[in-house]
Structures are given as C-alpha cells and as structure tokens.
C-alpha cells in the first residue's frame, strides 16, 4: 500500500525536517518479518524486542550508524551430514533485515539474545551544552541561570 499523502506544502514551509519527511514517505513497508516490540522502559531508555527463533548469535549482525540501526539475519548453510528432512517447517528462518530510525542523541547501550528473542536497549543521552539554558536578562556578561542560581556562561 502506498502513502498517498503528498508532504510537499509542508516541506517548503519548514527547515530542517526533510530526514522527518522522507521518514514519513518511506514508513509504509509492507514488510513485516521478523515481528517487533518497541517499549519505553524509562524517560530515556527505550528497548526493541525482535522475534528470531532459529537464529543464532553469529547469525545476527547489529549494526548502529548515525541515526540508523540495522539488524540483519543470515542463516547459515547446513554443514554437509546435518541437513535434516523436515515433515512441516513453520518457522521462518529466511534472511531478513530490519532498520529503524533512531533520533538525535540515542545509541545503543546492549544487545542480547535468550529464547529466541533479540532485545535490544537504547539510551538518550543529551549533551549537557544541547540541555536548555535560561539566560539572565541585563547582563554586561552573559550568565546562564539554573535552578535559581547564576553562574558566568
């Protein structure tokens, strides 16, 4: 199914979200495997749980880029003696991968895999100088106010 919503008026009214746009354009994939959690544990601390029953540790690559981590699984061929005749397979083990966009300032804090679901946690972590500052009014020099007290920026 294809968005069909056109975002050009907004894009020409504002700066700086084209990432948000071209994320909104792309996000209807019909691709739903492996099946996925996405919960928020704390303020800042967020977990993705993926469902990966039949893969192994070595079998999941995770990587994290600058506002984009991609988790990819690759089966590995049957060793020559352990292929196995299969009556009925109802677990998909076919290679998938799965990106999601994560915001400014989110990495990764671990990985792990047990019973056959892949969780991973991801923190914020705002620099201090991108926090807000309130700033006093008046100044010959510019002082930062926080909590009710001054301090020289």
Known sequence: MRNSF????????????????????????????????????????????IAVAGFKEDEIDITAQQN???ITGRKAPAREGEERKLLYSGIATRAFERRFQLADF??????????????????????????PHKIAIGD??????ENGSKQAA
Not at 106 to 131: F, H, N, Q, S
Not at 140 to 145: A, G, Q, R
């Open 106 to 131: 989110v990495r990764v804090d671990r990985a792990d895999l047990a019973d056959g679901l892949l969780t991973i946690d991801l923190v914020r972590e705002v620099p201090e100088a991108m926090k």
């Open 6 to 49: 056109d975002w050009t008026p907004y894009r020409r009214s504002t700066v700086g979200f084209d990432r948000l746009f071209d994320f909104l354009e792309n996000s209807g994939s019909a691709e739903n495997y492996p099946p996925f959690d996405i919960e928020k544990v704390a303020d800042d601390h967020f977990r993705i749980t």
């Open 68 to 70: 984009m981590l991609a």
């Open 140 to 145: 010959s020099k510019p002082t930062l106010v």
